[in-house]
């Protein structure tokens, strides 16, 4: 915009300007440039305003995070409280429906144990699965009864059966490594207990012969040792309701 000197009029040029007003050139007097208003033009390059500088302290990212990182810790604290709580053994009698025996089980017995049975093959017509799993420990107590069938034991000594029973055991579709044996008596009745090691499972199994059927009664898992207490409160714990019946003839366990 083109101005001229108040006190003498001489026309002021760019090279009259002294800092943001001019000095002119004819008479050296000061002359001030009127402001202009936002909308005028200007042709003289403005120094931008920097940004401010960021608040520093907790903000809305912060909050999240810390949120988070609670909800996360709470999570945890549930799961480990969970195993916890699921590692713990809650003693129980079971009594088995046919009523044929009784046992302790150190969690409530499951009703899905034929199931877990089946993942190591299709379980036999006649073989019932029963007991419960310490979720906890990565234990599992169990008690399988397998009737002997329509021509019962055919005059067959329970020290046969209890040794085809081992042999079963060594040589079956998932081979087990015997680690000891030894022959007790249950409830009157003859049987075999044994320490073993199933793939990486440590067990403690009792195999008791009755004339109708067979139990194995097995408990135990990969981080636990087949002496541990628990495992052995429940193997020990099983007794047979039914009163040993004289010997058959021709029923000899000597021979």
Do not use: H
């Not at 017509?125 to 021509?151: D, H, K, N, Q």
């Amino acid at each position: 915009m083109p101005m001229d000197c108040p006190d003498c009029g001489a026309p002021l040029t760019a090279a009259d300007r002294e800092a943001d007003d001019y000095r002119c050139g004819r008479c050296g007097g000061l002359v001030r440039e009127p402001r202009r208003s936002p909308g005028e033009d200007d042709d003289r390059p403005r120094r931008r305003r920097r940004p401010p500088p960021p608040k520093r302290g907790c903000g809305g990212l912060a909050i999240v995070l810390g949120v988070i990182g609670l909800l996360m810790l709470l999570a945890c604290g549930g799961v480990i409280g969970a195993v916890v709580w699921a590692g713990k053994p809650r003693w129980e009698e079971y009594r088995s429906p046919t009523g044929n025996y009784t046992v302790e089980l150190p969690a409530k017995a499951r009703t899905d144990m034929a199931d877990f049975a089946a993942k190591n093959g299709p379980v036999p017509p006649g073989v019932v699965c029963e007991g419960t799993i310490l979720l906890g420990r990565m234990e599992e107590y169990r008690i399988v009864s397998a009737a002997f069938g329509p021509g019962g034991r055919f005059g067959i000594t329970d020290e046969k059966i209890l040794d085809e029973a081992l042999k079963n055991l060594r040589e079956g579709p998932t081979p087990a490594r015997i680690v000891s044996t030894k022959d007790v008596t249950v409830s009157g009745y003859k049987a075999r207990e044994v320490q073993l090691r199933l793939k990486e499972q440590n067990l403690l199994a009792r195999i008791v012969v009755t004339p109708t059927k067979l139990y194995t009664v097995i408990a135990g898992g990969p981080f636990t040792d087949a002496d541990e207490p628990r495992v052995r409160r429940f193997v020990e714990s099983f007794k047979l309701n039914e009163p040993k019946p004289p010997p058959a003839p021709g029923d000899d366990d000597d021979e």
